[in-house]
């Protein structure tokens, strides 16, 4: 099979498509036949070398993948051969024609979204979910600030806290952004560029301020949040820390994928090959949903 391995930690050309061999699962274990590929941040911070997560060299970089199980290990029975399903991680990479995950790694894909989103899932919805509900302890009724709304988990924090009852406004950089976030379900949405947004941010609550902040730029914005607050308002920084795989948290994106509140938004498509141009693109500004890699096979 084919997959993107990187030999040494720099910039985005230390990715290269490569045959590599099949893989085989162990007990435990699942084989994926990977469709779509989903591109996050993380990953071109891994594969610079200066974050934390330093894999042994060489690796396949990505946590994200949707595809069909092609085949299952010793004493696997959560999912079946052939059934549509995303990742959680993986233990060989996700940037490939095939990955190798642990059965807990493996969740069922609902019909009604296709590889692509599936690809979209993991990380951004993952990540939303627990600065939401885990961290921020989010109700119904509060107002909510998605700050940097556009890419992918600010995204799938729109359209979780918009089905749970908030109020949600949103930012963007850019038109096209601005509009896909009123679209994916903000009440409101502002211009982060602009001089004076924090103020038009106040006026929508009407001075009262916001209950909860989800932060995307903490560096840049974290001091002007603190003065956008309602009384007991809370701040959750998305930084950049690893995963946590939560039973629970996956079993409401299940639930949520099949129910239609929750919707991966496909930004764009492209090759496998083309690797390295998707890491420029994802740390570029412009974010309009997920960038994701489609294997050739
Ligand atoms: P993404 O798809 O590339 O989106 C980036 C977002 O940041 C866009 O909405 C972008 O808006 C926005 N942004 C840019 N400048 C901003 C500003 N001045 N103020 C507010 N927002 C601004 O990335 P993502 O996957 O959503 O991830 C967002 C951040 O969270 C990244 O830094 C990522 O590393 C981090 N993250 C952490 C975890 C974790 O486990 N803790 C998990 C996932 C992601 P425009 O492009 O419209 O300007």
Redesign the pocket.
């Known amino acids: 099979m084919k997959a993107i391995r990187v030999h040494e930690f720099g910039g985005p050309e230390v990715m290269k498509l490569e045959e590599v061999p099949d893989l085989t699962p162990g007990p435990g274990q699942v084989v994926v036949s990977v469709k779509a590929v989903g591109v ?3 990953d071109s ?1 891994i594969r610079t070398g200066t974050y934390y997560l330093k894999p042994p060299l060489p690796y396949t970089p990505g946590m994200d993948a949707a595809g069909t199980v092609e085949a299952v290990g010793e004493g696997v029975d959560s999912v079946k051969v052939q059934e549509r399903v995303y990742v959680g991680g993986t233990l060989s990479g996700a940037y490939a024609e095939q990955a190798l995950c642990n059965a807990s790694q493996v969740h069922r894909l609902s019909e009604r979204v296709s590889f692509a989103q599936g690809a979209g899932v993991n ?2 919805y993952a ?1 939303a979910y627990r600065a939401l509900y885990n961290r921020a302890h989010a109700q119904p009724g509060e107002t909510l600030l998605v ?8 995204i799938a924090a729109v359209q979780m806290a918009r089905a749970g009852g908030l109020t949600v406004i949103g ?4 038109e096209r ?1 601005r509009k896909l976030v009123l679209e994916q379900g903000a009440h409101h949405v502002v211009d ?2 602009k001089e004076g947004y924090a103020e038009e941010i106040m006026a929508l609550t009407n001075g009262r301020g916001i209950d909860v902040i989800l932060e ?2 903490a560096n ?2 974290l001091a002007r949040d603190l003065t956008l607050l309602a009384l007991r308002g809370r701040v959750v920084v ?6 946590i795989e939560l039973v629970s948290i996956h079993a409401a994106l299940v639930a949520g994928l099949e129910s239609g509140t929750l919707n991966p938004v496909v930004g764009r498509e492209m090759p496998l090959a083309d690797a390295p141009l998707a890491h420029r693109a ?1 740390i570029e ?3 309009h949903g ?1 960038i994701i890699l489609i294997p050739a096979r």
């Open positions: 996050n941040p993380v911070y990380v951004p990540t700050h940097g709304a556009s890419g992918g988990v600010g930012t963007a950089g850019t952004g982060h560029r995307m730029l840049v914005n998305i930084g950049n820390r690893g995963s994802v500004p412009g974010a997920k």
